[in-house]
């Protein structure tokens, strides 16, 4: 019989533990506590080393800002959903 199983796509990282997430200005807010594959949960759980005070569950993501700088570094609506910035200018970059 013919396997006409689809081949299973490999899951892309989209973010590798360590990795620093940034305001769009650079500066340090948390960084990734584990690898996490593209569309895995991005719950506050999966960011350590928390630079500035981590957010609470009653507070809102779009009202997160960057505490030195009150930059923004997560963002809604976009057409992927929830990103967050990494990098600092001019390498800095949404995912
Ligand atoms: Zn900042």
């Given at each position: 019989?013919?396997?006409?199983?689809?081949?299973?796509?490999?899951?892309?990282?989209?973010?590798?533990?360590?990795?620093?997430?940034?305001?769009?200005?650079?500066?340090?807010?948390?960084?990734?506590?584990?690898?996490?594959?593209?569309?895995?949960?991005?719950?506050?759980?999966r960011?350590?080393?928390?630079?500035?005070?981590?957010?609470?569950?009653?507070?809102?993501?779009?009202?997160?800002?960057?505490?030195?700088?009150?930059?923004?570094?997560?963002?809604?609506?976009?057409?992927?959903?929830?990103?967050?910035?990494?990098?600092?200018?001019?390498?800095?970059?949404?995912?």
């Amino acid at each position: 019989m013919l396997d006409t199983t689809p081949e299973k796509p490999q899951r892309r990282i989209w973010a590798y533990k360590g990795e620093t997430v940034t305001c769009i200005k650079g500066h340090a807010i948390c960084s990734i506590a584990e690898d996490i594959l593209v569309g895995s949960p991005r719950h506050a759980g999966r960011f350590t080393n928390w630079v500035q005070p981590e957010p609470d569950r009653k507070t809102s993501v779009a009202d997160i800002r960057c505490t030195k700088c009150r930059g923004v570094w997560i963002r809604g609506n976009t057409k992927h959903g929830w990103q967050f910035h990494f990098g600092a200018p001019p390498h800095g970059e949404w995912r």
